[in-house]
């Protein structure tokens, strides 16, 4: 007879406990996207697709970069277990803690793409060579790449915003997994708006973080082996 004693699954490792967990946290998460986005969210639903809009748009657009940098912390760092669930707790403290970093990061962007997309909607008034505009839209996207970037590594680890910078531009390179990864994401985003609406991708906003989270993993996982004690 063997002497070994038999292993009893605690309750909430199993498979369809860790299923139930991530529906749970990615509808709070959802919930609390929404809620922490809401004013600018009205506002952007609320105004009409004009060039003369967009720098409102940019204002509205704000409260989304905290949100999301909440978000990717609180699916990064809550474990898939229903005993120990607690998402609301680790969106606000991944708000809270993340607010003044992000915001470093995502302001200066904003204001670069608001800059970059008044002058291509007035280009004919301004005169802009064609050429030109072709050379403003390649730095805007990889503006938005490298912003992608940077958002993500503020929301996980504590840097300066310089080496945050650096550490952004160099992961475009160094994983073009997560680059192609966050291509087809923003193209995905990008087509949901224009097809819809506004609010129809703040309520996938939570599928998009979760997607934005997972195809980061490898730029992540490498930044907390090679540049993290």
């Not at 989304?64 to 969106?91: E, I, K, M, N, S």
């Amino acid at each position: 007879m063997s002497d070994t004693a038999p292993t009893w699954r605690q309750f909430g490792d199993g498979p369809l406990s860790r299923v139930a967990a991530l529906v749970h946290t990615l509808l709070v998460v959802e919930a609390l996207l929404v809620l922490s986005t809401l004013p600018g969210l009205v506002g952007l639903v609320l105004l009409a697709r004009d060039v003369s809009n967009l720098p409102l748009a940019a204002v509205c657009a704000i409260p989304l970069g905290p949100a999301v940098a909440a978000g990717l912390y609180t699916l990064r760092h809550q474990r898939p277990d229903l005993t120990d669930l607690r998402p609301a707790a680790l969106f606000w403290r991944g708000w809270r803690v993340n607010l003044g970093p992000v915001l470093r990061v995502w302001l200066p962007l904003l204001l670069w793409l608001t800059v970059v997309a008044v002058n291509l909607a007035h280009r004919s008034a301004v005169g802009l060579p064609g050429w030109w505009a072709v050379s403003l839209v390649a730095v805007a996207g990889a503006a938005v790449l490298v912003g992608t970037n940077a958002l993500v590594i503020t929301s996980m680890f504590t840097f300066r915003t310089r080496d945050v910078a650096r550490l952004a531009v160099y992961f475009l390179v160094r994983t073009p997994g997560v680059t192609f990864g966050h291509v087809c994401l923003l193209a995905l985003a990008a087509g949901v708006t224009a097809v819809t609406s506004e609010a129809v991708l703040a309520l996938l906003g939570a599928v998009f973080v979760g997607a934005l989270g997972w195809t980061s993993g490898p730029m992540i996982d490498t930044i907390g082996k090679e540049f993290t004690a």
